[in-house]
């Protein structure tokens, strides 16, 4: 017979074992749900399709918020304005100091084409959206809606999260050149009008560095940013349990999980699209 101090010894010595066992199996639970989303992405696509297009429209403008500028494409804009314009003074005053200020326009269409707009559109998709996802998802979950869905049938995983996956990766193409073409004109704003720089030269040195390949490799990193996004919170949303608390809290941690995915992606696929010695067509470099 073990005795109670015993047991307790047992119990402390196991525990770091059970989380780990727990954490591996909720990993293991994601992933499969994942599989299962991307897997019925053709699905939800066909049989869903008034579905998708409603998650379109609350992706890209939000609800009955188009005229207070609520949704994702206000946020997007906005962030990407204060974003580029920070790159644009950093640029513009580390140039200063090496004396090659006429190449801050290229300097712009790579830092903002490559890596500053993708990575803002996926920031406020997860913010804005994506945890909108998980709170919705989370609250038909602790109110079995999803159990009720399962019980007439109704393939729960594309009805819910295959068509806000389809909707994320959809609108996010618009929403990502409008913030990309505020990114260019908030650097341009910063380095000519307020510092001084030249114009004519800003424009040449941008356009010779821009190439619309690297428009298209950017477009495929937003649009996969997006499916990421929109898959963590979905997930988290989809196995949220402990009442409305329970809800919040896996609200954070699909955020938390989804700009660490983001920013982990980023550096992945910035090697893969353009390699490990990055090059400048128009430049010759």
Known sequence: MVDFDTRIRIRRAVRPVTAVYGGLADVGRHVTFFWRTVVSLPYAATRYRRHVLAQISEVSFGTNSVLSGGGTIGIVFAMSLAA???LGVETQRGLELVGMTTLSGMLSAIANTREL????????LAAKVGTGF???LGAMRISDEIDALDSMAVRSIPFLAGTRVLAAMV????????????SYLSTRLVIVFWGGASAGTYDYFFHLALSPEDLVYAAVKAIVFAGVVALVHCSYG????????G???AAGRALRTAILAIG??????????????????????
């Open 247 to 249: 809800v919040g809290q």
């Open 134 to 136: 998980t709170a919705q």
């Open 117 to 124: 707009a993708p990575v803002v559109v996926a920031i406020a």
């Open 84 to 86: 580029a314009m920070m």
């Open 171 to 182: 609108c996010v193409l618009p929403i990502f050149m409008i913030g990309l073409l505020a």
């Open 264 to 285: 982990v992606l980023d550096v992945l696929m910035t090697f893969a699209l353009w390699g490990l010695v990055p090059s400048i067509p128009g430049m010759g470099v």
């Open 238 to 245: 989809y196995f949220a349990s402990g009442g409305p608390a």
